[in-house]
């Protein structure tokens, strides 16, 4: 036997904060802040202030395992956050602004959180949950000019510049948790380790995928609270890449203008922020100087093909990716390999078919697809529940008996997301198993019908869903935003679709609506429409 091989050496966040502080010294940080004044500092005065920032916590009783919640947006101070708090031992839980209340209460408290760090504009949203809550401390992060007695104030402790003494880390401590933002029953939470972080961290930074270098200024639109911006924030602190961070301003024209004034090369969001840019630069094609090529990564919903035809249309690249709050988040990335892209080269019907999958999975991430009759083979055409395992897929839910049902006997995580996957490994999102159309024993695609709506000129959003119907058990029905002015027949819109759907699969009606419900994340609440549509009457 071979008693030793390599090093026991743990894969640790402070390993990333060191390398950041000692390599990339002078790269930048850029916020945006609610006045919309540019905030900027290197990494060497992060790297100063995230250990200052771990040291007060420490000073404050911070101990080993205790939650830290934030509640901010995306910036410079919650990136110090990111850091401080693993570093200094805690569990970084991040926590959604834009859900209720309640809600934010519900979590808060299901996680055991002590300390709460939050944006001073954010605390009338805590006055509406403090009392359901016990945070132990609260400190507040003043941005605004309005002043606000509560809580200890960040810069104070930060520049009281207390020495921090870096707590003994293993790598499977707990460095982070979020909750799942609810689509599917009540929140669960996710806990991420320090090794889970840095893995994923790792393998989403590889150029096949994400692709992450020193030379890049990275602007992550996603927010913080929503599974760690994707990891981003990590990636670009372990590679050395600039950050443009947009703050509290989310709207096309002020993402637009950070974009140019910072040279930003890569950013990243769900797809409704990225329909707003398409009709910015569409109303105002000669406005804004755009690094050529620039990625955006998009996940979150399924891309329509349209919206990545009229990107490239700006020389704007997207990168299509899939992933999950237990997946960490990234566990497919559509990077177009070699051979296929030889082929889309020559056509570009097939080039814009392949782009719009989901893409393949990351380097230790395992997939399959699980039809009835088992495993489903990769031939682009089986449907199956998608089941995932790696090093940075959850293993259960925080302190949560039920829900074990998620993952099977042998060790696979059900995604509850129906998928085929092709010859190439690409795999294709088609529904999630409750929003699945099932009319007369086939299963119809929602996400590929809402996909060719949204190419159709006269649609804005799409949203197909189930209705029951008394002879074929459910169809489809269309949910459709319109753009502003125009006008459609259902025979239109399936004349629009009639070649590329077999005949069963297209809506029998369509409704037309002013808005349609989205989650606190940018999904469409499908389950809010069908409660609304589910005594519709077909005849
Ligand atoms: P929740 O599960 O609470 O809605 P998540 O943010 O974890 O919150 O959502 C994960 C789900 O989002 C996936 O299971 C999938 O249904 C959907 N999703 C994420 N990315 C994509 C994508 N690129 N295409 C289609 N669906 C996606």
Redesign the pocket.
Known sequence: MIAATMMDFPLTLSHVLERAGALFGSTEIVSRLPDRSLHRYTYREFHRRVLALAAALQGLGLRKGDRVATLMCNHYAHLEAYLAVPCAGGVLHTLNLRLHPDDIAYIANHAGDRFLIIDDALLPLYEKFSKLTAFERVIVVRMSAEANALGDDYEQLIAANPVFTPPALAETDAAGMCY?????GRPKGVVYSHRSIVLHTLATATVDYIGVSRADTLCPVVPMF??NAWGLPYTALMVGAKLAMPGPHLDAVSLLDLYEAERVTITAGVPTIWLGIQQALEHEPERWRLTRGMRMV??????PEALIRALDRYDLQVI???????TS?VGLVNCTKGELKDRGDRDEELSYALRTK?GVPLPFFEIRAVAEKGVAPWDGKTMGELQVRGPWVAASYHELAEGIEQWTADGWFR???IATIDRAGYVN?TD?IKDLVKSGGEWISS?ELENALVSHAAVQEAAVIAVPHPKWGERPLGVVVLKAGMNVTRKALNDHLGPRFASYALPDAYVFVAEIPR?S?G?MMKAKLREAYKNWSWS
């Not at 799942?180 to 599917?184: A, H, I, L, R």
């Not at 998009?298 to 891309?303: L, P």
């Not at 299509?320 to 237990?326: A, D, L, R």
């Open positions: 799942t933002s609810g689509t599917t929503h599974v998009v996940g979150g919903a399924a891309v299509h990716g899939w992933g999950m709050t237990e988040p989901q995604t509850g997301d999102i999630r996400i989650t994340t999904k």
